[in-house]
């Protein structure tokens, strides 16, 4: 397995996937390119490589050694940068990362395997610098958070992160079983007549439920990941591993099934106020069955800005997690509990003048 590099083929520095243009930009000479080119030259490269290779097999040439082999230890992997042959360590799952000497972003291919190739890949549209100015700005509009407290020259790990989700297309075959009532009441002048109609009601349908979504990484922290959805996923793309360029990227841990287990039971809950919300009757109860018909799952990969934020003289660091699309951010804040103190007594001392006033004037 052979960690690779998008190569400028003009200054043969790195590229890196840019969120504010959509293309790829080299650092050291600034050009850019587009999908198109870039994918091009990557298919010249791999075609180049595996005529070289089946060259070599001709003339029986003895195996050549990997040029960056993978060695295990333990829980991570080390593989070599094909820039600077320095060691690159990666947990297992990690696709995408960048040399910690030469800062090279190297996409993993070895890992995607086919049956580890995802189906497709949300890029990435807001840069790093966008993200931080969100993340301070969605900070300071949180008014119980200590003064002082986030700051930019504190924001040193924040990384753009490709997490795996499998997201599905689901056909339901549902029913519904229950009572409708509908009641009319009738004043005669001395006696008021209430009339209840009693409707038995048999309803079924077969619903289909688009993008149902699930993290396909075991030690994806779920509060934080469902916390910045929806992602506008009109705007995928095919996978390739290009978009990796610059970020780091997780490969799946769990299998379809596995990810998607609850989804039968989650789309349930959803089959009773499906069925019965064109019911027109004063009331109406009973229960509903559902049965999953046929489900279309796509590995995809979506972007999110990942922040580990230490405070100086802080145990405990806070983690946040922000959409790579909309800017949607989830986290737990620290609160200043005396600021929060004293905005309850002062909205609790308003409150008692109020009601003193209204008394005043109406007793």
Not at 35 to 54: M, V
Not at 169 to 175: E, Y
Not at 183 to 205: K, Q, W
Request: glycine share 6%; proline share 6%.
């Amino acid at each position: 397995m052979a960690g690779v590099t998008y190569s400028c083929p003009n200054c043969g520095s790195y590229l890196a996937f840019n969120p504010d243009l959509q293309k790829w930009k080299c650092n050291s000479c600034g050009s850019i390119f587009d999908e198109q080119t870039l994918l091009k030259r990557a298919a010249e490269y791999q075609q180049q490589a595996e005529q070289q290779k089946a060259a070599e097999h001709a003339h029986e040439a003895p195996a050549p050694e990997p040029a960056q082999p993978e060695q295990n230890t333990g829980s991570q992997v080390v593989y070599h940068c094909p820039a600077c042959g320095s060691e690159i360590i990666t947990d297992e799952t990690t696709v995408a990362t960048s040399c910690y000497y030469c800062h090279n972003p190297v996409v993993l291919e070895g890992k995607l395997t086919a049956d580890m190739k995802p189906d497709q890949v949300l890029p990435f549209s807001i840069s790093e610098e966008k993200a931080v100015d969100g993340f301070l700005k969605w900070v300071s509009k949180k008014r119980f958070v200590p003064k002082g407290f986030f700051a930019r020259d504190q924001i040193k790990q924040m990384e753009g992160v490709y997490y795996p989700h499998f997201i599905s297309d689901c056909i339901v075959d549902g029913t519904y079983e229950g009572e409708g009532r509908r009641s009319t009441v009738v004043d005669t002048g001395r006696d008021i007549i209430t009339t209840t109609e009693h409707y038995a009601v048999h309803r079924r349908g077969m619903i289909t439920f688009q993008n149902v979504m699930r993290p396909a990484l075991k030690s994806e922290d779920r509060k934080l990941s469902d916390g910045i959805h929806p992602f506008p996923l009109e705007d995928v793309k095919p996978f390739s591993g290009a978009y990796l360029a610059g970020f780091v990227a997780e490969r799946r841990d769990m299998t379809e099934d596995e990810a998607t287990a609850d989804v039968e039971s989650e789309l349930t809950n959803y089959v009773t106020p499906l069925l019965t919300e064109s019911v027109h009757y004063n009331s109406v109860s009973g229960s509903s069955t559902a049965s999953l018909v046929d489900k279309e799952c796509r590995y995809t990969l979506l972007p999110t800005w990942v922040l580990t934020y230490v405070k100086t003289g802080q145990k405990v660091p806070y983690y946040y997690a922000m959409n790579g699309r909309t800017g949607e951010v989830c986290g737990k804040l620290p609160l200043n509990k005396t600021k929060l103190r004293l905005w309850g007594l002062g909205l609790a001392a308003g409150c008692f003048i109020l009601y003193c006033a209204a008394a005043y004037f109406l007793f």
